[in-house]
């Protein structure tokens, strides 16, 4: 198979999976919602985006060690960075998020480029090392989406505690009322109360929180960028697997060989 051939898969693979990444950002704006009453739908898009970012990493980490020399593997992350934004939106916000994932893509993989040249042996270390600028791009541009759609929401809606909260406070709060309260009385009592506690919320979010509601996307953002880079921390592990695997089945099935280099080194020693 001719080798341009083969570069061009490793970049299609970047692409299909940049494409799927990008349908996660353009759900992602979504997120704060599904947080307002929470769901299963959440932890689906939990999932998503971790198969999401997985795809990410391996599909990168196959173009920045195999695709030489850097230029052709920008051009790779370049393409990768458009098909993001198609299948998101093409917008001031979502293209800057973009291109700062480009740019840090193309630092990703010079700095796997040196760590490669640096071993003796190939080893996908070189990748995992480098991986978590990666990691922390991708996040920010799902948190952007998040942010942007957060923002949206609250400009248009307000913020204030789900109708379905307040339901479940009242309850849980309706036996004490109860029990203080004769019987003939406990209805108006009951009712009272509802009318009151809901006077009290309303006073509360109107003094407090509507002033400031402006930054509640941005501090839900910051949140949910410091809970996945934890999260994805922890299973780094899961996509350095998956890449070495795939090295040692590109490797038996003659796309890659290993080559054997005897280099020439210079060294300052005492004469």
Not at 14 to 19: H, K, N, P, T, V
Not at 134 to 153: D, K
Not at 187 to 195: C, G, M, Q, S
């Amino acid at each position: 198979m001719d080798r341009r051939l083969k570069f061009a898969i490793f970049a299609v693979l970047l692409i299909g999976a940049s494409y799927f990444f990008g349908i996660v950002c353009e759900q992602s704006a979504q997120v704060f919602q599904l947080l307002l009453v929470p769901s299963n739908e959440i932890l689906m898009f939990l999932f998503k985006f971790l198969l999401a970012l997985g795809a990410m990493l391996v599909c990168a980490g196959l173009v920045a060690a195999l695709i030489r020399p850097l230029w052709v593997a920008s051009l790779a992350f370049g393409l990768s960075g458009l098909t993001i934004i198609f299948a998101w939106e093409v917008t001031v916000v979502s293209g800057t998020l973009t291109l700062l994932y480009f740019l840090i893509s193309v630092i990703y993989t010079r700095n796997v480029i040196k760590r490669l040249d640096q071993q003796l042996e190939f080893s996908v270390r070189a990748i995992s090392l480098s991986q978590k600028m990666l990691i922390s791009v991708l996040i920010l541009v799902v948190c952007g989406s998040i942010y942007l759609g957060a923002s949206s929401y609250v400009k248009q809606e307000g913020f204030s505690i789900p109708e379905k909260y307040i339901e479940m406070i009242m309850k849980a709060m309706e036996p004490q009322i109860v029990s203080r309260t004769a019987e003939e009385g406990r209805e108006v009592a009951i009712l009272n109360f509802r009318k009151e506690f809901r006077e009290i919320i309303d006073g509360f979010f109107d003094e407090t929180v509507g002033p400031s509601e402006r930054f509640i996307p941005l501090g839900l953002s910051f949140s949910l960028f410091m809970t996945l880079v934890t999260i994805t921390g922890l299973l780094s592990w899961i996509p350095t697997l998956i890449l070495e695997t795939f090295f040692s089945v590109l490797l038996k099935l003659g796309v890659v060989k290993v080559v054997t280099e005897t280099l020439e080194v210079r060294r300052l020693v005492i004469n």
